[in-house]
Structure formats: C-alpha cells, structure tokens
C-alpha cells in the first residue's frame, strides 16, 4: 500500500469469514485509523485476522458529527479504513456521508472489491441479470406505498434488502402491487452454515415464509414488470 493519506472502503465478509480478501487484511493492518459501524462486531473480525488495532466507532447515529473530524485526520496525513459489520461500507451502511465530505475537499477516496449481499443474490436468482435495480432498504413506513407503485412499473430485475420480521409482509404488498404471478427470489444468510435460497412467485414464497418464519439477513430478488 502507498504513503499517500486517503479514505479506503473495505469490503468485509457478508458471513464466512474466508470471504475477506489478502488485499483488505493489508489495508487493515497498514491503516493508522480503522472505522467501525459496530466496534463489538468488528473487534471479532480483527481478531480472527490477527490485527490488534484500536477501533473508532462511525456509525448512523454518529456520522453527521464525526465525519468533519475524520477528513481532518487524512488532511493531516492519516490513511483512514472504513468498515461495516458485513459487506460493502455505503451500500445500505454508513460510508457516503464521510465519502461525500472527503470528495468535497480533494482528499483521496478507494473502495477495494469485496463482498456485498446483492451481487450473489442477483446472480443465484435465476432472474435476468443484464439490467437491474437496487433499492436497498424500503421505506418502513412513509412513503412505501408510493415507493411501490413506482417498482410496479420497473421493468428491470429489482434488488432489496429486508428484515426477517417484515418479509412476509413485503411479499404480501408484492402480490398487491406486481401481481401475484410475479417471480421472486428470497436469499437467506448468503455465504453463511445455513445459507437458503428460495425461488418462485410471490405468493408462494409468502406462504412458505408464513409457515416457515424467516431468521437472518435477506435479500429479495424480484423480476421486473414483463410487457
């Protein structure tokens, strides 16, 4: 890695830890900063690595007033790592904020490749894989319902996160809003001992989920409007 202070995203594993890559141990062990979304569950990724450094905690709750200090210690000459509890950091996780501040003021931004949930979602989906759209989180409430109405007409292949509390209600509202016919993907836990994907339309996997309460991280793979 070069002397040249910066900001660099580092992709962390979705679930097994074999998923971090050579390249983000490196960066890890050679920042003079390591930012964490969640310091308790970052602190098990370090130690697994072998990586004894002390973490900063920069999250949702804390970014709008941190970020202002962060740039001013690359300024100073600080290279500062940002990772999130799994995946991609700003991906639907804190990051585009103290990215967006460090563009402002001409301070060097990377993002290493690395793991991230809707990637491997899009491409076990069996859904076309040419053209698609992430939506990340929903709104939970204000605003869903408009929200929907627009993804009605996507034509193109539509990727989301969700809660395993709110799965059976989202695919309920799918059939309502796209149709009960629509095909759908539910991936479960990705990467993970108990890794599950299901396929099939909305309804059905609505019904299985009724059944079969959902536990862990899901991704939703929904197949966009057909003409």
């Known amino acids: ?12 594993p979705i679930g097994n830890l074999q998923d971090i890559t050579l390249r983000a141990v490196e960066v890890l062990k050679a920042a003079d900063i390591i930012l964490a979304e969640d310091t308790r569950v970052s ?3 370090l130690k697994h690595l072998e990586i004894d450094k002390k973490l900063v ?12 200090a962060i740039v001013s210690k690359i300024e100073q000459g600080n290279t500062v790592a940002l990772i999130s509890d799994a995946g991609t950091p700003a991906i639907s996780d804190p990051g585009f904020l103290l990215v967006r501040a460090c563009v402002e003021k001409n301070v060097k931004v990377e993002c290493l490749p690395g793991a991230t949930a809707l990637i491997p979602a899009l491409a076990v989906s069996g859904l076309p894989t040419d053209k698609f759209v992430f939506e990340g989180f929903l709104p939970q409430k204000k605003g869903r319902q ?16 969700e809660s395993p509390y709110r799965l059976v209600k989202a695919l309920g509202q799918f059939a309502e809003f796209f149709g009960p016919e629509r095909k759908a993907c539910v991936c479960r836990e990705l990467s993970k001992m ?3 994907v299901n396929r099939g339309t909305v ?14 991280e899901i991704v939703i793979v929904v197949e966009g409007k057909q003409n």
């Open 146 to 161: 408009t929200r929907l109405k627009i993804l009605a007409e996507e034509p193109r292949t539509i990727v989301l996160y």
């Open 1 to 12: 890695m070069d002397n040249e202070a910066k900001l660099i995203l580092v992709p962390t």
């Open 203 to 216: 309804t059905e996997l609505q019904e299985y989920y009724t059944e079969h309460p959902p536990k862990g």
């Open 43 to 45: 602190s098990k990724l």
């Open 57 to 68: 905690a920069h999250h949702k709750f804390n970014e709008h007033k941190t970020t202002g």
């Open 194 to 196: 108990f890794e599950e």
